[in-house]
């Protein structure tokens, strides 16, 4: 199978997985995993380090603590734990984990965290790529003349996207209500459609819809995947268990076997009240 590609969170660009790194990255307040070339690495080395470097435990109205432990939760989660440090990091307290962690940063010069995320295919070239970097859209399928959903990649999507608008541009009202019910699948509701407006009154709104795609201001979410493994392994479900034979017709009863006829002496005593034999 093709090299899982993983797309420079710097530049752009998609490399195969062996040429990316995996950097602990600010993400609001809580770190997390960043992919980058090995060109924009260190940059993003060095981006961190400055942050951790920054934090201020002494100001109460801020709560630095937060950034430190997300970074030492994923670091550890990945596989690389301040325990590890020889000679130990020096100080006492959070200085102690701060200088942990500065201490950590630094070993991800010349260490490779993993990228343990699942994949998904990108259906415009194939390549498999983090499930976090795919792209879901709206694609035009001609054998069910229907919108449906598809995964590309940064490489992929803005074709992909440009051919959706142009089916959008070209297409009649059937177009115009398919599209909306594909993004109303996706939690994206299109009010003007609901109510029943024109065709025309709904095209626009799409085109912008879409606009926000291009931009990735607006992302649609994967959905719930399992690994491809689980999905080989599954049982087949149990076939109907077979049909119970019909019970066998009982054997018909025998004829009672005659009994032989009263002697003379016997029907003598019955005429006298004495029954018996």
Known sequence: MTERHVQCSTCGVLRPEGESRNIPTLAGEPYVDGYYCSAHAGA????????????DFED?????????????????????????LDPPAPGVGMERVRNEALALLDLLRHTRLPIVEPSALCSGCYRPVPASQVRVIPWFNDDLADFVTTFRCGDC????????????TAGGPREVGRLAEFFHRHAITIHEHRRGDPPEAVRPLLELTL?????????????????????????APAPPP?????????????????RPAPSLWQRIRRAFGRAGD
Do not use: I
């Open 157 to 168: 999507v803005a074709d992909s996207l440009a051919d959706t608008r142009a089916r959008l």
């Open 44 to 55: 993003a080395l060095d981006a961190a380090r400055a942050h951790l470097a920054a934090l």
């Open 211 to 235: 606009e926000h795609l291009v931009r990735g201001t607006l992302k649609l979410q994967l959905g719930e995947t399992v690994p491809l493994n689980d999905v080989l392994s599954a049982a």
């Open 242 to 258: 077979a049909p119970s034979p019909e019970p066998a017709a009982e054997p018909p009863l025998a004829a009672a076997e005659p």
């Open 60 to 84: 109460d109205t801020r709560d630095d603590m937060m950034p430190l432990v997300s970074f030492h939760a994923l670091v550890r989660a990945r596989g690389l734990m301040s325990e590890t």
